[in-house]
């Protein structure tokens, strides 16, 4: 297996903390979804530029893949915009199965499978688009991307209040997990643990929840709102219901109405 890493100056001594209190107060979660997603954007763009490569050796190509494809996702890396972000990347390239046995091959494209991104444990396609014999393989590729983070430093138990005591700032790998790293603590500071959290993990996206603000048979304030006008009633919840969550309501009629919880835990209904 081959490592490479590919470091971001924001990353070295006090640079790095800095940088993470930057992003604390400027960062949005929209921000950081969308910057979690560079490195899969950079390397399409990569192979959109030209992909394909000479392969160095006709009698055993599969010799050549891995540092070919190592090659290749150097490039991409090192085209990569996301100094921004305080990320240290590092990129490994397996090995295909050595029982494998490929035909001679003047140039091999590297590519992304549909589905696939530069991310976390993933694959990348090799296909052979000069020679007598076509065929495609496929290498295992890790990315990783070691960043500012919150970590637990105590267990949660499901349904309790995170606050700003339970995590403490550490370096950990973004990608580690497909659920984003929630790098801003306001993004999770008051929200409650969705699941059993083990001290130790970095707080992300998926390990958290808003608050119940009522209960499933709650009675609620129910706000219909049309052109001009807005009416008041009282309903009873059929769910539970958290801040922006989408709930049913039934209304004294009987009729059934669907809305969205605001902070103050009235349900907001669009006529």
Same mark, same amino acid.
């Given at each position: 297996?081959?490592?490479?890493?590919?470091?971001?100056?924001?990353?070295?001594?006090?640079?790095?903390?800095?940088?993470?209190?930057?992003?604390?107060?400027?960062?949005?979660?929209?921000?950081?979804?969308?910057?979690?997603?560079?490195?899969?954007?950079?390397?399409?763009?990569?192979?959109?530029?030209?992909?394909?490569?000479?392969?160095?050796?006709?009698?055993?190509?599969?010799?050549?893949?891995?540092?070919?494809?190592?090659?290749?996702?150097?490039?991409?890396?090192?085209?990569?915009?996301?100094?921004?972000?305080?990320?240290?990347?590092?990129?490994?390239?397996?090995?295909?199965?050595?029982?494998?046995?490929?035909?001679?091959?003047?140039?091999?494209?590297?590519?992304?499978?549909?589905?696939?991104?530069?991310?976390?444990?993933?694959?990348?396609?090799?296909?052979?688009?000069?020679?007598?014999?076509?065929?495609?393989?496929?290498?295992?590729?890790?990315?990783?991307?070691?960043?500012?983070?919150?970590?637990?430093?105590?267990?949660?138990?499901?349904?309790?209040?995170?606050?700003?005591? *339970?995590?403490?700032?550490?370096?950990? *790998?973004?990608?580690?997990?497909?659920?984003?790293?929630?790098?801003?603590?306001?993004?999770?500071?008051?929200?409650?643990?969705?699941?059993?959290?083990?001290?130790?993990?970095?707080?992300?996206?998926?390990?958290?929840?808003?608050?119940?603000?009522?209960?499933?048979?709650?009675?609620?304030?129910?706000?219909?709102?049309?052109?001009?006008?807005?009416?008041?009633?009282?309903?009873?919840?059929?769910?539970?219901?958290?801040?922006?969550?989408?709930?049913?309501?039934?209304?004294?009629?009987?009729?059934?109405?669907?809305?969205?919880?605001?902070?103050?835990?009235?349900? *907001?209904?669009?006529?």
């Amino acid at each position: 297996m081959t490592i490479r890493s590919f470091f971001s100056p924001a990353n070295h001594g006090a640079a790095l903390r800095s940088t993470t209190r930057s992003l604390l107060a400027a960062r949005t979660r929209a921000a950081v979804l969308r910057r979690l997603c560079l490195v899969g954007a950079v390397a399409g763009a990569a192979l959109g530029a030209g992909g394909a490569v000479h392969a160095q050796s006709a009698a055993d190509p599969a010799a050549d893949l891995g540092p070919l494809t190592q090659r290749w996702l150097d490039d991409a890396m090192s085209r990569n915009p996301s100094s921004a972000l305080p990320l240290r990347m590092e990129v490994s390239v397996g090995s295909l199965d050595s029982r494998l046995r490929l035909a001679p091959c003047a140039r091999v494209e590297p590519y992304l499978p549909v589905g696939a991104r530069l991310w976390g444990r993933t694959r990348l396609g090799l296909r052979c688009v000069e020679g007598a014999t076509a065929w495609n393989v496929f290498l295992p590729v890790t990315i990783k991307a070691f960043g500012p983070a919150w970590v637990l430093t105590n267990n949660v138990a499901p349904g309790a209040v995170l606050t700003a005591n *339970d995590a403490t700032e550490a370096e950990v *790998d973004w990608a580690a997990d497909a659920s984003p790293v929630m790098a801003n603590p306001d993004l999770w500071v008051g929200q409650t643990a969705a699941r059993q959290l083990v001290a130790g993990q970095a707080v992300r996206q998926a390990m958290v929840r808003a608050p119940l603000l009522f209960k499933a048979g709650a009675q609620v304030k129910v706000v219909a709102q049309g052109p001009g006008y807005a009416v008041s009633s009282a309903g009873q919840a059929l769910t539970a219901g958290s801040s922006g969550q989408t709930v049913r309501v039934r209304m004294e009629n009987g009729r059934i109405v669907s809305g969205t919880v605001n902070d103050s835990g009235t349900v *907001d209904v669009t006529l």
